[in-house]
Structures are given as C-alpha cells and as structure tokens.
C-alpha cells in the first residue's frame, strides 16, 4: 500500500463544476503539499498546509490532521484547469512523499 | 528570469548506452533532487544532493549515477545497468534546508529501445 493515496485517478466534468480530490496518508507528516502538473510535464506547486485550510482564487485546500486526510477543491472549474494534480507530504527530513496523481479533465 | 532548464525535453536511446539527462539552475539554491515518474506511480526519488560535491541515493538509485560539481548544474547519468530507463525524469531544486519548498524543472522524457 502506498504511504499516500488520491482518489480518484481520473475525473472528467464539465466547465464550471465543483471538482474534489482527496489525499489519504498513512505516515506522520509535518506539512502537506498540493502540486499542478501540466500537460507538457511541468510541475507548480499550489498549496503547502500543516492544518487547517488554504484559499487561492477558485482553488481551495483542506487538511484533517487527525484523519490523516487532505482535499483540493476547485471552484467553477475550467478547461484550463485540466491537469494532473499531485498531493506530496513532507515525511522526516529531506524527503517528499508523493501520491500517485490524479489526471483531470473539464470538458467545455 | 529564474528557473530550472532541463535539456532536451525527449530523448531517445538505444538499450545498452549510457546517457546523461541536464538539470541547471539558476535561483542559487543549494539543494537539488532527481526525480522518475512512471504512469500511475508517484514521483519516486533517485538522487539528491545538498550541496556542492556531495550528493545521497534516495530510494531508487540503482543504475543511476550523479555528479555536483558546481551549484548550478546536477546532471544524472541513466546506466546500461537501469533495468527499466523508459520514463520521464524531473529535476528540483530548493533553499538549503527547505526541502519542502521544491522547484521543478519541465521534465525530460527518455525512451529506451
């Protein structure tokens, strides 16, 4: 079993609906990172939480310390919105843990 | 602007040759990782390095090779001995002691046949 799991692997909708993805870990982490990855390869960072909850724009990121549990919330969402978004978790020093992705589509 | 190069974006080789993937930097960062991403795994670890002339395996270094030379510049060497190269290697860098703040670079896709 991986250290962090997402859910789902792939979502498709269509513009301007309400987009979860869900990030479950099962070891002791310090902070939580949600990551874009573009069609061409690329990888942005979006949010990095210890607790609580982070808003940028029509993106919105959770964390439930205690259930070991993140989500990553899009708002009204967009074609351009289409990506494969990554969680990653800081575990001990010097290292990311990183979940497998999931690919998403929003469809015009 | 700054930022993290890596050069070429695809790279085709054939099984048995060595080849040598380019990372530069150029946000003075001390720290930089090589990462592989296979389809439906998550971005798994090969190198990492600190600082300059020192670098440590991370959790999938065998068949790989590193060097650091100089800050700016951490180049992998994919070996004859990786037995599956075929995947699509990141590189990152970060400020000294903030590995959890990583830049990425674009990526390069290497194809072994």
């Known amino acids: 079993k991986n250290e962090v799991e997402q859910s789902p692997q792939n979502l498709t909708a269509q513009e301007g609906e309400f987009i979860t993805i869900n990030c479950s870990y099962s070891?002791?982490?310090?902070?939580l990172h949600w990551l874009q990855q573009h069609p061409g390869g690329g990888i942005v960072s979006l949010f990095m939480?210890?607790?609580g909850k982070k808003k940028h724009g029509r993106l919105i990121a959770t964390i439930n310390i205690q259930e070991k549990h993140s989500s990553l919330h899009i708002t009204a969402s967009h074609p351009r919105d289409s990506a494969v978004y990554i969680c990653?978790?800081?575990?001990?020093?010097?290292?990311?843990?990183f979940g497998q992705g999931t690919r998403l589509t929003i469809n015009p | 602007d700054g930022g993290i190069t890596q050069s070429p974006k695809y790279l085709f080789r054939k099984e048995g040759q060595n080849v040598t993937l380019s990372c530069e930097q150029n946000?003075?960062?001390?720290?930089m990782y090589w990462y592989r991403q296979d389809p439906g795994q998550g971005l798994r670890l090969i190198y990492y390095?600190?600082?300059?002339?020192?670098?440590q395996k991370g959790d999938i270094a065998e068949g790989y090779s590193v060097s650091r030379e100089k800050k700016e510049s951490f180049p992998l060497t994919v070996t004859s001995a990786q037995k599956n190269p075929t995947a699509f290697y990141l590189c990152?860098?970060?400020?000294?002691?903030?590995?959890?703040?990583?830049?990425f670079g674009p990526g390069t896709r290497l194809t072994v046949t």
């Open positions: 990152a860098s970060s400020a000294r002691g903030q590995f959890y703040e990583q830049y």
């Open positions: 070891v002791g982490i310090s902070a």
């Open positions: 939480l210890s607790s």
């Open positions: 990653a978790v800081n575990q001990g020093a010097q290292k990311l843990v």
């Open positions: 946000l003075n960062h001390d720290a």
């Open positions: 390095s600190q600082i300059v002339n020192d670098f």
